[in-house]
């Protein structure tokens, strides 16, 4: 087992590892003192692994409630926040005791500001279930649900008292959703460690370690920047541009895909302006494809652009991109949106 430490205003462990889950409840003792635990997943996961990780729990000596949701996106809602917090209620939980997202990013984000505001803050613990929340947002404290007007628009920094990742329960994730993990693994690669980006093309890297490697990036930009106003934005590579082609393809690709598809785009972004101290473009489109994901989209430039000008991340007029100088180091720049048509000319290019 691996164990990363988080730094932030309330320090937090992730250990990563096969067949840890059995240790949940131990751990849990350690940095809770919650008597209920409320596991909080999406139907698919719950069919999974509810029964499984309520028995563990239960023989731990804890009273264990479950709450779950139909899978996807169009439940990450406020509707299903009110649903849970009700629960919670009548329940009788309390702010000492603690929830368990177990469960891919929405399981995750819903049930994390659940406990950014139940009782006025609770406990909570993360148990991920995908590759894209092993690596990413099991980490960090970002917690929230869709608006109809965007994505994540409400939302609070909480961050979990622990991340429990057992790389088993990634064995029965589909491979389309490993792939969308697998570019934000190469996506952690291409901004800070060229060791892994080789290794990964090499295949040597281990499932564990490959996971550790990337939440240590992540921990290291939560600890500098837990508001992300700064540095940590870095870790938006490919997201800028992939939000875009997200929101303008009417999300039917994948977060994953989008962000592939961004990353390409922002090394030839980098390239046209002359940001790149060693071209990228290549390196980075062969490991995203050797994953099966895309590296070019069919949208067009106008699109896009009106799809970036709704940006969230947007501000008075300019918008922070993320350019790869080299495999492993990438630089802020900050755009005016009269800059970006020729940008996004340049980035969609074919090479
Ligand atoms: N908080 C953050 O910092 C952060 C960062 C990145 C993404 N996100 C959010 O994460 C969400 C995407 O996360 P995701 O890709 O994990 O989506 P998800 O939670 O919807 O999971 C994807 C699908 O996989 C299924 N699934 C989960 N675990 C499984 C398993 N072990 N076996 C089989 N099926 C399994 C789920 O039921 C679901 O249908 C988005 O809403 C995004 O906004 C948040």
């Known amino acids: 087992m691996i164990t990363e430490r ?23 003792r350690a940095a809770t003192h919650a008597q209920t635990l409320v596991i909080i997943s999406d139907e698919t996961v719950d069919a999974l692994y509810g029964d499984n990780t309520a028995a ?22 406020m509707e299903t926040v009110t649903a849970i917090l009700e629960f919670l209620a009548e329940n009788a939980v309390t702010r000492s005791d603690a929830l368990v997202a ?15 505001t139940y009782q006025r803050g609770m406990d909570f613990v993360q148990v991920p279930t995908t590759l894209l929340a092993a690596v990413d947002s099991s980490v960090g404290g970002k917690t929230g649900v869709n608006l109809p007007a965007g994505k994540n628009l409400a939302g609070a920094f909480w961050q979990p008292r622990l991340v429990l990742c057992d790389t088993a329960l990634l064995d029965t994730l589909p491979a389309t959703l490993y792939a969308d993990g697998m570019a934000e693994v190469i996506k952690y690669a291409v901004l800070q460690d060229a060791d892994m980006f080789r290794l990964l093309g090499e295949g040597t890297l281990g499932q564990e370690a490959m996971i550790a490697r990337c939440v240590a990036i992540k921990a290291a930009y939560v600890r500098a920047d837990e508001r992300d106003r700064g540095e940590r934005r870095k870790l938006n590579l490919g997201h800028t541009f992939g939000h875009a082609i997200e929101r303008a393809s009417g999300y039917s690709l994948s977060h994953g ?17 002359g940001i790149a101290r060693r071209p990228c473009t290549n390196a980075i489109a062969a490991a995203l494809a050797a994953n099966g994901l895309p590296v070019q989209t069919n949208l067009a430039a ?4 009106s799809a970036m000008g709704r940006d969230k991340k947007r501000a008075h007029n300019r918008i922070t991109l993320v350019l790869p100088v080299e495999i492993g180091a990438c630089t802020l720049l900050e755009a005016g949106m009269e800059q970006l048509p020729d940008i996004l000319a340049a980035a969609l290019e074919r090479g």
Do not use: W
Request: overall charge positive; glycine content about 14%; some cysteine.
């Open 302 to 305: 106008p699109q896009l652009l």
């Open 102 to 116: 177990l469960g891919g990013g929405i399981a995750g984000d819903v049930a994390g500001f659940c406990a950014a």
């Open 6 to 28: 988080v730094e932030t205003g309330r320090p937090y462990n992730i250990l990563i590892g096969r067949g840890i889950m059995e240790t949940l409840g131990a751990r849990l």
């Open 257 to 273: 895909r989008a962000v592939a598809i961004g990353m390409v785009m922002a090394a030839r972004a980098a390239q046209y302006l």
């Open 56 to 77: 563990l729990l239960a023989r731990a000596g804890y009273r264990v409630l479950r709450f779950s949701f139909p899978a996807g996106e169009h439940t990450k809602t």
